[in-house]
């Protein structure tokens, strides 16, 4: 990353790139079951159920603006690509806005049609396109 992206960006890259995880969805798993599990030694209170009430009302507060950040950004991409799309005579430097998703032959729809080693081969076909920001 360059060194003008803000210390809050960068934050949010990497905490979506981690939220969306098998593990971070096991760690939120094996905390709710601790939570389940301490509920006979604390009586089942109502400080034990503003605990799990408190955290989730906080990650949920949180998960808000990572999301919002997440779609501002996947925006300004596809605007980039977009417009440069439209443009006549696309010529000039490219930059890293590629579209995310390989772009399908005509004869090629359906289930299974952009497998790994075909997304690589589409790549050097030149099927995935770049686009100047």
């Known amino acids: 990353m360059n060194d003008k992206t803000s210390v809050y960006t960068r934050a949010a890259r990497w905490i979506a790139q981690l939220s969306g995880r ?4 096991l760690l939120a ?25 408190t955290g989730t009302t906080i ?3 949180l998960m808000v603006f990572l999301i919002q950040n997440t779609q501002n950004r996947d925006t300004t ?12 005579g696309r010529t000039g430097r490219t930059r890293a806005c590629r579209l ?12 299974g049609a952009t497998g ?6 589409r790549h050097a076909r030149g099927h995935y396109r770049d686009c100047t920001a």
């Open 29 to 53: 798993v094996a905390s709710i079951i601790l939570w389940l599990v301490t509920g006979p030694i604390f009586g089942f209170s109502d400080t034990w159920q503003l605990v799990i009430n």
């Open 116 to 121: 790994q080693g075909q997304a690589r081969h």
């Open 59 to 61: 990650v949920t507060f």
């Open 77 to 88: 991409a596809m605007r980039r690509c977009t417009s440069f799309a439209a443009r006549p």
């Open 22 to 25: 098998p593990v971070t969805f």
């Open 100 to 111: 995310r998703h390989p772009i399908r032959s005509p004869g090629r729809q359906g289930p």
